[in-house]
């Protein structure tokens, strides 16, 4: 009579795929456990529990509360950042490409997720100084990149003259989504229809900044 079979556990180091699922739910569970009890209240323990893992585990990856939460708070917004699709932008009507990015840009301003997560890492931030550090590179968004692709494309075709590309597009971004932004973190939002109307000036008011007199 045969020895009955016995199943085998793999042992040994998680493959990359594996790692990275596991990254993956780690700063899923922490993004969510900050955004429910802030960063005070937020323990490792808790955070560990959300994601079903030990705090060994947790621990391995992270050392401290304050590790996890600089490298969860980029990551969302960055993320975020990724998934966003850039605007069609079709044929060459520079105002409607603007409009198109601007409503983007206005969007993402008032997403409550991004609110509160920006909300808190600037609360933190006296506590987090690599938060300014990476502020410069979450910049270079896609809709920071797509209005400074459909500058330079006009800027060609002479449509537009443009000193500066990179700071006009800032200022355009800034023109669109600033006070939105502000408000949003205040908990203030306005209604669709006024912030069209808002969105469609600042593509004028922009415009006749850039076009040739």
Known sequence: MSAPRTTRTRVGRPSQAEAARLAERLRK???????????????MEAVARAADVTKRTLYARYPDKRALFADVTSWA????????????IEGD???????????????????????????????????????????????WSPRMRAVMDLLRRHADSGA???????????QFLA?????PARLAAFGVTRAPEVEERHVQHAVALFLRGVLPR
């Open 175 to 179: 023109l669109v989504a600033a006070v």
């Open 93 to 139: 009507d520079l105002a409607a490409g603007l409009t198109a990015i601007a409503r983007a840009t206005l969007a993402r301003a008032v997403d409550p997720d991004i609110v509160r997560i920006s909300r808190m890492a600037m609360t933190e931030s006296a506590r987090f100084p690599e938060f300014a550090r990476s502020a410069q590179t979450l910049a």
């Open 77 to 88: 917004l960055a993320r975020r950042h990724g998934d966003e699709p850039l605007p069609e």
């Open 29 to 43: 569970a922490a993004f969510e456990t900050f955004l429910e009890c802030g960063f005070d209240a937020t323990t």
């Open 160 to 170: 537009v003259v443009v000193d500066d590309i990179e700071i006009a597009a800032e």
